[in-house]
C-alpha cells in the first residue's frame, strides 16, 4: 500500500467517528498546552523571584545590639559617624550603596481609621537602593529631606485600611502620627519592602517621630551582587569593629546580618514547583496515551471484518500496520498542533492581561519556542507508544478469523 492510500483510509475511518477522535484528541491538546504553559509561567516565577529576593539577598542589615556585654557598658548606639566611615571607607567594587535608616512600628490615622505602619526615615535614594516604585504622586525631593517636610509615602497595605485601596485619593491627603499630620505625596508599589511600609525622610523622622538627632536604627548596606556579600559583610564588621574599639568579636555592641542565607532557600521551593508542575504534566500526558491506546483498540476490534477482508485480498501485514500507526500518529499530531495553538494563545493572553492586575516587577510569561518543539515532540511519541500494540494486533489477524468474526 503506498502512503498515500494508507494516509487516505486512515482519514476516511476518523472521520466516520468524529467525536470519538475529537474526545481522544482532547486530552493529547491538555497536555501539550501544559507543557507550553509551564514553561511560560516557570519563567515568570523565575523572573519574579529573581526581581522579589535578588535586592533583599544583596542587602546587609547593621542594627544595634539587643543584649549588653556581661560586665561591661550597654551596647553603643549607631551614629552618622559610623554611616560616615561605612561611605568612606567600604570598597566601591564591593558595596554599591549605605542607607541610614530610623524608623519603628507607630499608629496611623486616617479620621477613625487606625493602622500601625512600619515608618521608615530614610535618604532620597532609598526606593532606587530596594528597586520599588510610586505608583501614584512622587517621591520626596532634596529640598524636602533638607527641609524636614512633613511628607510621607505609603505602601499599599496601608492604603488599602486608611483610603480603602484608592491611590487617587490617598494622594495630597492628611495622615496622623501622633498629634502630627503628614500630607501624602506618593503611594508604593506591593515591592520587595514595599506592603505596609510608610516612607518619609529621616530628617523629619528624627524631628517629629523618634528623636535621636545624630543616631539611627540601622544601617543598611546593598551589596554590589549576591555572591559579594560575604566579602561586603567582612568588611562592614571590619569597619565597625574600628569605630567602635571592638577587640572581641564576641563583645561586639551590633549585629551584622545579611537575608541572603534566609532567602536562598526559596530558589529550593521554586525548583520543586516546576517539578511538580512536570509531573502533572507527565501524568496528564500518560492519561492522553492510555485513551489514545484504547481508542485505537477499540478501532481495531470493531473493523475486524473489514482487516480480514483486506487481508483476503492480498493486503500485508506491514500495511495494515501502517494504516494504524498513520490513524494514530495523525490523531496525536492534530491534538499537538491544536495544543501548541492552545498554549501559545493562553501564554499570549496572560501576558497582555497580568500588568493590569499585578505589581510593577512581576516577571510576564514568555512563549518558550523549545517548550513548542518538546511538546509536539511529545504528541508524536505518544501517537507512535500508543498505536503500536493496537496496529501489531491488527497486522496480526488471520484472514480467516477476521472475515468469520
Same mark, same amino acid.
Given at each position: 500500500?503506498?502512503?498515500?492510500?494508507?494516509?487516505?483510509?486512515?482519514?476516511?475511518?476518523?472521520?466516520?467517528?468524529?467525536?470519538?477522535?475529537?474526545?481522544?484528541?482532547?486530552?493529547?491538546?491538555?497536555?501539550?498546552?501544559?507543557?507550553?504553559?509551564?514553561?511560560?509561567?516557570?519563567?515568570?516565577?523565575?523572573?519574579?523571584?529573581?526581581?522579589?529576593?535578588?535586592?533583599?539577598?544583596?542587602?546587609?542589615?547593621?542594627?544595634?545590639?539587643?543584649?549588653?556585654?556581661?560586665?561591661?557598658?550597654?551596647?553603643?548606639?549607631?551614629?552618622?559617624?559610623?554611616?560616615?566611615?561605612?561611605?568612606?571607607?567600604?570598597?566601591?567594587?564591593?558595596?554599591?550603596?549605605?542607607?541610614?535608616?530610623?524608623?519603628?512600628?507607630?499608629?496611623?490615622?486616617?479620621?477613625?481609621?487606625?493602622?500601625?505602619?512600619?515608618?521608615?526615615?530614610?535618604?532620597?535614594?532609598?526606593?532606587?537602593?530596594?528597586?520599588?516604585?510610586?505608583?501614584?504622586?512622587?517621591?520626596?525631593?532634596?529640598?524636602?529631606?533638607?527641609?524636614?517636610?512633613?511628607?510621607?509615602?505609603?505602601?499599599?497595605?496601608?492604603?488599602?485600611?486608611?483610603?480603602?485601596?484608592?491611590?487617587?485619593?490617598?494622594?495630597?491627603?492628611?495622615?496622623?502620627?501622633?498629634?502630627?499630620?503628614?500630607?501624602?505625596?506618593?503611594?508604593?508599589?506591593?515591592?520587595?519592602?514595599?506592603?505596609?511600609?510608610?516612607?518619609?525622610?529621616?530628617?523629619?523622622?528624627?524631628?517629629?517621630?523618634?528623636?535621636?538627632?545624630?543616631?539611627?536604627?540601622?544601617?543598611?548596606?546593598?551589596?554590589?551582587?549576591?555572591?559579594?556579600?560575604?566579602?561586603?559583610?567582612?568588611?562592614?564588621?571590619?569597619?565597625?569593629?574600628?569605630?567602635?574599639?571592638?577587640?572581641?568579636?564576641?563583645?561586639?555592641?551590633?549585629?551584622?546580618?545579611?537575608?541572603?542565607?534566609?532567602?536562598?532557600?526559596?530558589?529550593?521551593?521554586?525548583?520543586?514547583?516546576?517539578?511538580?508542575?512536570? +509531573? =502533572? &504534566? @507527565? !501524568?496528564?500526558?500518560?492519561? %492522553? #496515551?492510555?485513551?489514545? /491506546?484504547?481508542?485505537? $483498540?477499540?478501532?481495531? *476490534?470493531?473493523?475486524?471484518?473489514?482487516?480480514?477482508?483486506?487481508?483476503?485480498?492480498?493486503?500485508?501485514?506491514?500495511?495494515?500496520?501502517?494504516?494504524?500507526?498513520?490513524?494514530?500518529?495523525?490523531?496525536?499530531?492534530?491534538? +499537538? =498542533? &491544536? @495544543? !501548541?495553538?492552545?498554549?501559545? %494563545? #493562553?501564554?499570549?493572553? /496572560?501576558?497582555?492581561? $497580568?500588568?493590569?492586575? *499585578?505589581?510593577?516587577?512581576?516577571?510576564?510569561?514568555?512563549?518558550?519556542?523549545?517548550?513548542?518543539?518538546?511538546?509536539?515532540?511529545?504528541?508524536?511519541?505518544?501517537?507512535?507508544?500508543?498505536?503500536?500494540?493496537?496496529?501489531?494486533?491488527?497486522?496480526?489477524?488471520?484472514?480467516?478469523?477476521?472475515?468469520?468474526?
Amino acid at each position: 500500500m503506498q502512503f498515500k492510500e494508507a494516509l487516505f483510509i486512515a482519514l476516511h475511518c476518523m472521520r466516520k467517528s468524529q467525536l470519538r477522535c475529537i474526545l481522544t484528541v482532547s486530552g493529547i491538546v491538555v497536555s501539550v498546552s501544559l507543557v507550553i504553559i509551564l514553561a511560560g509561567a516557570s519563567r515568570s516565577l523565575s523572573g519574579t523571584y529573581v526581581y522579589t529576593f535578588d535586592t533583599i539577598n544583596e542587602s546587609i542589615s547593621i542594627t544595634k545590639a539587643v543584649a549588653s556585654t556581661p560586665g561591661g557598658n550597654g551596647p553603643r548606639s549607631l551614629r552618622d559617624t559610623d554611616v560616615e566611615a561605612l561611605n568612606r571607607e567600604c570598597d566601591p567594587s564591593l558595596v554599591t550603596g549605605i542607607m541610614p535608616i530610623v524608623g519603628g512600628v507607630v499608629p496611623m490615622r486616617n479620621g477613625s481609621d487606625v493602622y500601625r505602619a512600619n515608618v521608615t526615615g530614610a535618604t532620597t535614594n532609598y526606593l532606587q537602593m530596594f528597586d520599588m516604585r510610586v505608583t501614584a504622586g512622587s517621591e520626596f525631593s532634596k529640598e524636602q529631606y533638607q527641609s524636614s517636610a512633613r511628607v510621607i509615602l505609603i505602601g499599599p497595605a496601608i492604603v488599602s485600611t486608611l483610603f480603602n485601596g484608592d491611590n487617587d485619593a490617598a494622594v495630597n491627603s492628611n495622615v496622623k502620627i501622633g498629634v502630627a499630620s503628614f500630607r501624602v505625596i506618593g503611594t508604593l508599589s506591593l515591592g520587595p519592602q514595599g506592603g505596609n511600609t510608610a516612607l518619609m525622610p529621616m530628617t523629619t523622622a528624627r524631628s517629629y517621630l523618634f528623636g535621636g538627632m545624630h543616631t539611627v536604627s540601622s544601617i543598611v548596606v546593598m551589596a554590589a551582587s549576591v555572591d559579594k556579600v560575604p566579602a561586603a559583610l567582612k568588611q562592614a564588621e571590619s569597619i565597625l569593629d574600628q569605630q567602635h574599639f571592638i577587640k572581641d568579636p564576641s563583645q561586639r555592641d551590633f549585629n551584622v546580618t545579611s537575608a541572603a542565607y534566609k532567602t536562598i532557600p526559596t530558589g529550593g521551593l521554586l525548583s520543586l514547583l516546576v517539578w511538580f508542575g512536570s +509531573g =502533572v &504534566i @507527565g !501524568i496528564a500526558l500518560l492519561i %492522553g #496515551a492510555l485513551g489514545l /491506546a484504547n481508542i485505537m $483498540l477499540i478501532a481495531v *476490534t470493531e473493523r475486524t471484518n473489514e482487516i480480514g477482508i483486506r487481508r483476503a485480498v492480498g493486503a500485508r501485514r506491514s500495511e495494515i500496520l501502517r494504516q494504524f500507526l498513520f490513524e494514530s500518529i495523525i490523531l496525536a499530531a492534530s491534538g +499537538g =498542533v &491544536i @495544543g !501548541i495553538i492552545c498554549g501559545v %494563545g #493562553a501564554t499570549l493572553t /496572560a501576558r497582555s492581561l $497580568l500588568p493590569r492586575y *499585578t505589581p510593577p516587577g512581576f516577571a510576564l510569561p514568555e512563549v518558550s519556542i523549545p517548550a513548542v518543539i518538546l511538546g509536539f515532540g511529545l504528541s508524536l511519541v505518544i501517537g507512535l507508544t500508543a498505536g503500536c500494540y493496537p496496529a501489531i494486533r491488527a497486522s496480526r489477524l488471520h484472514p480467516w478469523d477476521a472475515i468469520r468474526h
